[in-house]
């Protein structure tokens, strides 16, 4: 699957954390984030109940709808606003809270944008998008990479 790939080749370019923001669909794509670093936030078109149920009896972390990840790097500790992006209030939320990168999904497309202090991000979808991909982040350089997802491999 896109999922199973996409892991895949998050983890050979150094990822030590999945985060997965939204649109999980089913049970089947969280069994991959199972025994990894991994977050999940869940879209509209997901059920958070039974999603969130289940993802916990695989030891991924919820932080349904919205989370403040921070990340402490050498020189200073980075802040990760996450969530879906459907619900304004928890987009406005995170703005508030001067979060470093604010990262969302629901869109399906890549996005890469300054806003004030905030950089805003989208690591663009593995369904239902034109493109997919999936995005690597280094929170203490800002580097950012979009990788293609095929299902090759």
């Known amino acids: 699957t896109r999922t199973r790939r ?15 923001l939204g649109d999980v669909g089913s049970e089947a794509v969280l069994d991959h984030l199972a025994g990894l670093d991994s977050t999940v936030v869940f879209g509209n078109g997901d059920d958070p ?3 969130r149920v289940y993802a916990e009896h695989l030891g991924i972390h919820v932080a ?7 990340v402490k790097t050498a020189s200073r500790s980075v802040r990760l606003g996450i969530t879906h992006g ?28 300054q806003i004030g202090p905030t950089r805003v991000m ?7 998008a034109s493109r997919y ?13 979009w990788i293609d997802i095929d299902d090759a491999g």
């Open 64 to 70: 349904h709808p919205a989370a403040i990840i921070e």
């Open 86 to 113: 459907h619900l304004v209030e928890e987009v406005a939320r995170l703005f508030r809270e001067k979060v470093d990168i604010l990262l969302h999904g629901h869109t399906h497309e890549i996005r890469d944008d």
């Open 122 to 128: 989208n690591p663009g979808a593995l369904t239902r």
């Open 133 to 145: 991909t999936a995005l690597l982040l280094d929170p203490a350089t800002g580097s950012a990479e």
């Open 49 to 51: 109940r039974n999603l």
């Open 6 to 20: 996409a892991i895949e080749l998050l983890c050979a370019r150094g990822a030590t954390r999945i985060i997965h």
